[in-house]
């Protein structure tokens, strides 16, 4: 059976051949494991291998493995990101619990994260959510929410405006995936250009299926959770 270190090794190789292809630099691109639905020894090995950034989407299941590993292996400092939707009654949870918030998609959200953020910690590393597909069942901005919401987060001292993440259309071609991943790449430029002052810098976008795609269009995070930690099991979700 082929090990999660393997598989970590397998695709760090993938991405950086893909590096390598656009002609961007190594290390260009940040791996963002999604350990969601998987348990705290599954995690472990990975960090055992090096890996130390992890998304969780599932509140309650992601606060219970950040007290586990502070309490059991602070010596990791694993850097945890919430990747998920967040509903309002649980964002006390994620502004106690996460270093980066990918999915902040309105200013109620952004308010409360801001005003919840622990005393004394770092502030929250923040990442506005765009729906690029315009499917109406994915949360997300659409082109003309994002200066509105990013002029908020821009003002909250417990926040630090980082850049855009999505997920786009589940298509299998080449050529529309990395013009989904190309359109929010402009999108995050203007953002830059708007706010220069901040440290907009991520693109958290690309998942297994088109991931070459996605850092062909400049991301600087890809999201990897099946093929490093294999099959979901969603029967115990939190």
């Not at 952004?110 to 502030?123: H, T």
């Not at 786009?168 to 359109?183: E, I, K």
């Amino acid at each position: 059976m082929t090990s999660i270190q393997q598989n970590i090794e397998q695709i760090t190789s993938q991405i950086e051949a893909s590096q390598q292809k656009c002609g961007r630099p190594r290390e260009s691109v940040q791996l963002l494991a999604v350990s969601k639905t998987k348990p705290v020894d599954a995690i472990l090995e990975a960090a055992q291998a090096g890996q130390r950034a992890f998304g969780e989407n599932y509140v309650q299941e992601g606060a219970s493995k950040v007290a586990h590993f502070s309490e059991q292996h602070p010596e990791l400092q694993i850097e945890w990101h919430f990747i998920g939707p967040i509903q309002s009654n649980k964002s006390r949870l994620v502004a106690e619990n996460f270093a980066w918030v990918h999915t902040v998609d309105r200013a109620k959200i952004a308010q409360r994260l801001n005003d919840q953020r622990p005393a004394g910690s770092e502030p929250i590393q923040v990442l506005m959510q765009v729906n690029t597909s315009g499917e109406t069942s994915k949360s997300g901005l659409d082109e003309n929410e994002i200066f509105a919401l990013a002029e908020l987060i821009s003002s909250l001292p417990n926040l630090t405006l980082r850049g855009l993440m999505s997920i786009p259309a589940n298509v299998s071609d080449y050529s529309s995936q990395l013009a989904a991943f190309t359109q929010l790449a402009n999108l995050k430029e203007k953002l830059v250009q708007k706010y220069p002052e901040q440290s907009i810098d991520t693109l958290s976008m690309g998942m297994s299926g088109d991931m070459e795609a996605a850092i062909e269009a400049g991301s600087t995070m890809v999201r990897i959770g099946t093929a490093i930690f294999g099959a979901r099991d969603y029967s115990n979700k939190a």
